[in-house]
């Protein structure tokens, strides 16, 4: 896949950002997320500091070859999960890793059409990446987690082995190694 030198940059303002400014790639656009209030000097300056590291970043992934925990490569299996049990109704804007993301697998946004996944399931076993995805791709089509939501999520055939797998995780975490020395080597 060739990584365009000068590629198109869509602007979004937030009103939420405060100081923050981000730049990622959504296929083949750089979105450049500025606080509401930003000038538009600002908007040149972040413009010209993190357009080139973005390219720069895909380019090297390029030469590594496909990054299958990419965000570029989570959009591609998100549509195509969309495609084979939601009928390409749900249709994901963006689908990106998130390190801040600790307290949830993932979080999507149906009026705008992101989703972020938390990194800690950038290792985990693709049938569980690929039922979390499912998971949030039917929050665009059902924001909350009605019987109709439930019918789509159980559209994915191991959705209950994920939910399984996601639960003995998250116990694990919440549980920790302290929770471990007390239960010791016998039986509770």
Not at 62 to 87: F, N, T, Y
Not at 92 to 120: E, F, L
Not at 129 to 158: G, M
């Amino acid at each position: 896949m060739p990584v365009p030198s000068q590629p198109e940059v869509v602007v979004r303002r937030s009103a939420r950002r405060r100081k923050t400014v981000s730049a990622h790639w959504s296929e083949d656009t750089v979105v450049l997320s500025v606080p509401q209030s930003a000038t538009r000097r600002e908007i040149e300056h972040w413009t010209r500091e993190l357009v080139p590291r973005v390219v720069e970043r895909r380019r090297r992934e390029a030469a590594r070859g496909v990054d299958r925990r990419s965000d570029d490569r989570l959009l591609e299996r998100a549509r195509e999960l969309s495609r084979r049990h939601l009928e390409g109704r749900a249709r994901p804007s963006d689908v990106r890793w998130s390190a801040r993301q600790n307290t949830r697998w993932g979080s999507a946004t149906p009026a705008t059409g992101v989703i972020r996944i938390s990194a800690q399931l950038q290792e985990a076993p693709e049938w569980v990446l690929d039922f979390v995805l499912v998971h949030e791709l039917a929050h665009l089509l059902e924001a909350d987690h009605s019987p109709r939501f439930r019918e789509l999520e159980a559209r994915y055939p191991l959705a209950g082995k994920a939910q399984a797998f996601l639960d003995g995780a998250a116990w694990a975490h919440r549980s920790g190694p302290a929770a471990e020395d007390q239960r010791g080597a016998s039986p509770p």
